[in-house]
């Protein structure tokens, strides 16, 4: 029997993204957002949903730029705390000592210390209400070259990323194997 | 030290959402989609991207109205199932032995058997590329009562959703509690 709980933003699961961008004056600064994912294969293409309040906004749309710097479950903590205070009080960064990277392609800095990065040029802006939506257009993918697998790609039980849970406001690992994709359904076929 | 991988969609995780929705003869039809996410807090708002080739694409755009069932991992055959053929070629819930139910709120079907539910009314539709995103207002949440914690909110532990990883095209489940979100963080306040 389903019961409904209204209409709430609950989808499982969300990821951790880290959203890198600089201010006017160049002072690297990082967001937690759960409000991003893939939207587009060819572009290849990524977003985030930002609130125009938060310090982050003016910097995508100033520079029409941001990364995307996954954490591993080590540095979960860092990434909460990247979610609770703003760029305009601190310097995040500084602050968790890890230590901002720029870009060789766009004008933003990702984190060194995190595994897995993506480099984002600003193609799609909407406004869709408490959340603007910025898509980014992927220039590069990179990863610390320890944790790739056989064929040279991320490898997602070394680098052991974290994800989200929206309802209960809790992090949580990447648990077992459960299937490979377009081919255990093939059962069915 | 950092490799390039090259402007690949990877990101972890990405959600397995299965959209429902009816074809013009009425036929419920499925399909898994990993583009995809929460968009906007206010109107809540959740997006799938589709490819304008698959059968759902006309759906969504004819009856301004989808659903995501989301499954739990018991169920990642008939998920990954959805994902490799067409509705144009088979009843997929037919094959799969699954109950579409009409949600009372909008013009599409969500699968009985599936633990979580969202049902949406289309109020975004932008062309990225190869994809094409539709973002749907969530009208209601419902999940099945015995899977919900003390407050009533969905319990991610009782649901036990799945993941997919886009570098290695496999799932899976979620793993161990890593904390809990604007809390861990204020370590560093």
Redesign the interface.
Known sequence: ???????????????V?IVGTYDKSGKPNVMNA??????????????V?VRESRYTFDNIVENEAFT?S?PT?EQ??????????SGRDADKLA??GLTPVKSDLVNAPYIHEFP???ECKLI?T?D????T?F?G?????????EL??SR?????KK?N?????????????????????????????
């Not at 869709?128 to 959340?131: C, D, Q, S, V, W």
Request: proline content about 7%; some cysteine.
């Open positions: 029997m389903k019961k409904s709980v209204g209409a709430k933003t609950i989808i499982y699961p969300t990821p993204l759960a409000w991003g994912g893939i939207n587009c294969s060819d572009p290849p293409c990524v977003y949903s995307i996954i479950e979960v903590v860092e990434a909460d705390y990247f979610g609770i205070v602050t968790t897995l990065i993506l799609h909407v869709l209400g408490a959340h939506q898509t257009k992927i220039l590069d993918v990179k990863v610390d070259s790739t697998d040279g790609n991320p490898d997602i680098i990323p974290i994800l989200y849970d929206p309802a209960g406001l809790a992090y949580y690992g990447i648990g077992e194997f459960k299937g490979q994709a377009f081919s255990i359904g093939k059962k069915f076929k």
